[in-house]
């Protein structure tokens, strides 16, 4: 077998979805370059590409959102003109989204059926609507118990599963997952999985995007590479291993950009002793200068709700905290700014962004007394010389400054929230899932920044559920469960002492080994 389908697939009569030809333009920005995506019947094909490789702009397409300067796109062999999302939706094609597009104060059974409940006369036909709703819901994996609670009443997970049954109603031919699993845990994504391959085998075709790679030898059967508007090719997932995907998404061999020579000094930048709130209890933890200390745990362990407390968003109820030797007493971000402590939020688009003002607002917004000239007025060439120097020390990709920063990809969008905090530099950064929803290529720039960061003194506080990230930039790793730091490990520790100790199951031998017993 060929180790680039495209031309075999494209010529398959059992072709579902088809696009060939497919370009984009955005003004002066080529989004995409004669792409070619050929999925078939029953198949998952995933879709990896770095922030802005053009692949959301591809799915746009396929779902209705943007429309394409050229190529053509057929499905089932027919062609397919979908101007719209309607057009998509009547053709078969339906986009879940990480965040679930549903209505909290209603029912599972009213979300699925919204806008084209089945009536009998004037009426709704209750009775039709729920039988079509539990076999959906059984096919995703949900029990029909929860098809008349309220949406907000259920886990995150469910909810998403509620989504690709709201989908499946609607009679899905093409199932588009973006980033379906970046908020899920473990046993929700194995349900996720599970779900998937009930779908694909009743012959729904799926598209999966993802940032994880390592999902796709798990769920994929094949998968397309973009770089740079391209579409590189179409590979079975199975002859590819997670290295070289990701050289092929970045055009080359992947360099560790962080380095391994640790920064960390004698100095106690911050320090927390017994330490309590709502969300987590008896904390204790120092941070040297130049030093990364990870905490890691579970969904619920209290871990982001400890950073937080750090930047004064979770209310501290008892114990101290000292920074640079002198006590900190964090009641707001304001007080922990002005004290030389910053924090990149885990959700950028709501706690991060001002979408629609420029990348230079972004980042001087959170430095406005640095701004101004003669005391009071403020300086528009002072903005602009913070933020070309941060555009190019964080290597944002950009035509200039004065661009929204909703127009950027996931990874840019997410390092001008990182230059923000970096106007003045930190005593102490504090970041939260600092990688979540980036390409490979941006999680390493991301992690150089921080190094770099480390070597100028900066204490790194980070908060973040990907392990593996967690065991590659962590000087110490700290895992939370139970509302209290469990368990500490060194640069040495492995997944499998991490996991164990994040679900309880810590050997007696790793306790006395580690020295770390809660």
């Known amino acids: 077998m060929p180790s680039n389908l495209f031309e075999q697939r494209a010529i398959t009569t059992q072709t579902r979805l088809s696009l060939t030809g497919i370009s984009k333009r955005f003004g002066g920005v080529q989004a995409i370059r004669m792409a070619e995506f050929h999925l078939l019947p029953g198949e998952v094909h995933a879709l990896v590409g770095e922030n802005g490789a053009g692949k959301s702009t591809l799915i746009k397409i396929i779902s209705g959102a943007e429309t394409a300067d050229t190529g053509e796109i057929t499905i089932d062999g027919e062609a397919a003109d979908i101007r719209n999302a309607a057009d998509a939706l009547n053709l078969g094609v339906a986009t879940v989204y990480q965040e679930a597009q549903l209505f909290a104060q209603l029912t599972v059974a009213e979300n699925i059926f919204l806008g084209r409940e089945l009536t009998k006369g004037q009426r709704i036909d209750w009775v039709s609507q729920d039988k079509l709703v539990r076999e959906a819901l059984a096919t995703v994996g949900l029990k029909d118990d929860c098809m008349h609670r309220k949406v907000e009443e259920l886990p995150t997970g469910q909810q998403q599963q509620v989504s690709i049954a709201k989908a499946l109603v609607g009679e899905a031919r093409v199932l588009i997952l973006d980033e379906p699993s970046a908020i899920l845990t473990d046993t929700e994504i194995d349900n996720l999985f599970a779900a998937?391959?009930?779908?694909?085998?009743?012959?729904?075709?799926?598209?999966?995007?993802?940032?994880?790679?390592d999902e796709l030898a798990k769920v994929a059967d094949v998968v397309t590479i973009m770089r740079d508007g391209v579409t590189l090719g179409t590979f079975p997932v199975k002859n590819l291993t997670i290295a070289q995907i990701a050289e092929r998404m970045v055009g080359g061999r992947l360099e560790q950009l962080v380095s391994t020579h640790s920064f960390v000094t004698d100095d106690i930048v911050l320090a927390a002793s017994g330490l309590h709130s709502g969300k987590f209890h008896d904390v204790d933890l120092e941070i040297h200068g130049g030093e990364i200390v990870v905490l890691y745990g579970l969904v619920g362990s209290g871990m982001a709700e400890i950073a937080s407390a750090m930047y004064g968003k979770e209310p501290i109820t008892r114990g101290s905290l000292h920074l640079?030797?002198?006590?900190?007493?964090?009641?707001?971000?304001?007080?922990?700014?002005?004290?030389?402590?910053?924090?990149?939020?885990?959700?950028?688009?709501?706690?991060?962004?001002?979408?629609?003002?420029?990348?230079?607002?972004?980042?001087?917004?959170?430095?406005?007394?640095?701004?101004?000239?003669?005391?009071?007025?403020?300086?528009k060439r002072k903005e602009g010389l913070a933020a070309d120097e941060l555009i190019r020390k964080l290597s944002i990709k950009t035509p200039d400054q004065t661009r929204a920063i909703s127009t950027l990809s996931g990874g840019n969008a997410q390092k001008v929230v990182l230059a923000r905090q970096l106007v003045k530099r930190p005593d102490v950064l504090v970041l939260a899932e600092p990688t979540h929803g980036v390409d490979i290529g941006a999680k390493e720039e991301i992690h150089r920044i921080i190094a770099d960061l480390c070597r100028e003194g900066t204490a790194v506080l980070i908060a973040t559920s990907d392990l593996a990230e967690a065991l590659r930039v962590a000087d110490r790793l700290i895992v939370v469960r139970n509302g209290t730091c469990f368990a500490e490990f060194g640069p040495e520790a492995t997944q499998t002492q991490v996991l164990a100790a994040a679900s309880g199951e810590l050997t007696e031998a790793d306790r006395l080994e580690l020295g770390e017993v809660q």
Not at 196 to 213: E, W
């Open 196 to 213: 998937i391959r009930n779908l694909t085998a009743r012959g729904v075709s799926v598209i999966y995007i993802s940032h994880r790679l």
């Open 324 to 379: 640079k030797g002198e006590p900190y007493n964090p009641t707001s971000p304001t007080v922990a700014k002005d004290r030389g402590v910053s924090m990149l939020p885990a959700n950028r688009k709501l706690e991060g962004m001002f979408s629609f003002q420029s990348i230079a607002f972004n980042i001087s917004v959170g430095a406005l007394n640095l701004m101004k000239k003669w005391g009071a007025v403020f300086d």
